[in-house]
């Protein structure tokens, strides 16, 4: 297993989850256009999402990297302390630092293990806006303001580099460390790498952490006036053999409910697992059963694969309570 792929849908209810700013009086969703058919889309950042998984890893127990003002090429910036061995975040999420190697200046950086896009929706935006004042208990002068928000169905795409989880290049990502594992090997220059590596159980407790959070999700903007639930309603994990994101858009619901449930599109999910099939270790298919019209279709379409799991939402967080690295 080199990768992990997390794939999930979720119906939020009258949200703006990510503002897009304002526009005169009105704060406006974050929105893109799809080209083929000129319709706009809500989006959710993946800048927020990535804000939001640290505060459940924070509120799972978990201590993050502090956050500080720097002064780097005359200019402040904002950044982590850069440390992944120490920190969960620094490891996940990544850092760009500048900071003294064997007394020398030098910029370590690390690409983020956990990668994401944000959220998107599957239905197009409808033009829904709430409208709001601010009164003025002194005086007469009130202050009119609107909100887009959006009910919609948001499927999450999260993409989880397992084999780099944990492993920490000298020089490029973090300076000489101590009392950890220690591997070299050559890079596709030829240059020898020295890499550190955190115990298993850590990589493992850390891996199970990420998991965890994106199958809790929760938060967003403006939840005080226009609170929702985020958590996910079905999700799709695929262990993969190479790093190549599989399902990506392919996990959707249908237009129109079915006595008042969601209709999955079974067979462009079969479809897709199907042409790369030779690169999946294995899937699981957590699903609210009670929310969706069709889960027996589902079953029975992957009956005949030995590497497919269809669960209910409870048994898919067991599983990921007890997923590991593998040898």
């Given at each position: ?9 979720t ?11 304002t526009?005169g009086?009105?704060?406006v969703?974050?929105k893109?256009?799809?080209?083929v058919?000129?319709r ?10 990535k804000y939001?998984l ?28 850069g ?5 969960i ?17 030098a ?7 956990v990668?994401?896009?944000g959220?998107?929706s599957?239905?197009p ?9 601010r ?5 007469d002068?009130h ?20 084999d780099?989880?944990?492993?920490f ?11 950890l ?8 220059t ?8 955190l ?7 850390r ?12 938060g ?9 639930k985020v958590?996910p309603?079905?999700a799709?994990?695929?262990l ?6 599989v399902?990506g ?28 099939r030779d690169?999946i270790e ?19 379409a ?8 269809i669960v ?11 997923i590991?690295?593998g040898?």
């Amino acid at each position: 297993m080199k990768a992990i792929e997390v794939v999930t849908l979720t119906k939020v209810e009258g949200a703006n989850l990510n503002s897009n700013g304002t526009e005169g009086v009105i704060s406006v969703l974050k929105k893109v256009r799809d080209p083929v058919d000129g319709r706009e889309y809500v989006r959710i950042s993946g800048q927020s999402v990535k804000y939001h998984l640290r505060q459940i890893l924070k509120e799972l127990g978990w201590e993050l990297s502090q956050i500080v003002p720097r002064a780097e090429g005359g200019q402040k910036v904002i950044v982590s302390q850069g440390e992944p061995h120490r920190y969960i975040d620094d490891d996940l999420f990544g850092y760009m630092i500048a900071k003294k190697v064997e007394g020398k200046n030098a910029t370590l950086r690390r690409t983020a293990v956990v990668r994401t896009n944000g959220m998107m929706s599957i239905f197009p935006y409808q033009e829904d806006r709430d409208f709001g004042v601010r009164y003025d208990p002194t005086g007469d002068q009130h202050n009119i303001y609107e909100t887009e928000i959006t009910t919609n169905v948001m499927r999450g795409n999260f993409f989880i580099e397992v084999d780099r989880l944990g492993v920490f290049k000298e020089g490029l990502e973090v300076p000489k460390l101590e009392g950890l594992e220690v591997r070299r090997e050559r890079d596709p220059t030829g240059n020898e790498v020295t890499l550190y590596i955190l115990p298993k159980e850590e990589r493992e407790r850390r891996l199970r952490a990420i998991i965890k959070a994106i199958l809790e999700y929760h938060g967003g903007a403006k939840l005080s006036n226009f609170f929702t639930k985020v958590y996910p309603e079905i999700a799709v994990v695929v262990l993969l053999r190479r790093k190549i994101p599989v399902v990506g858009d392919a996990l959707r619901v249908k237009e129109g409910y079915v006595d008042g449930k969601f209709v999955l599109d079974v067979e462009r999910l079969k479809e897709t697992l199907e042409a790369f099939r030779d690169n999946i270790e294995k899937v699981y298919i957590g699903v609210f059963e009670s929310r969706f019209a069709n889960v027996e279709e589902l079953k029975e379409a992957f009956r005949d694969w030995d590497n497919v799991k269809i669960v209910s939402m409870k048994e898919l967080k067991e599983e990921m309570e007890k997923i590991g690295l593998g040898e």
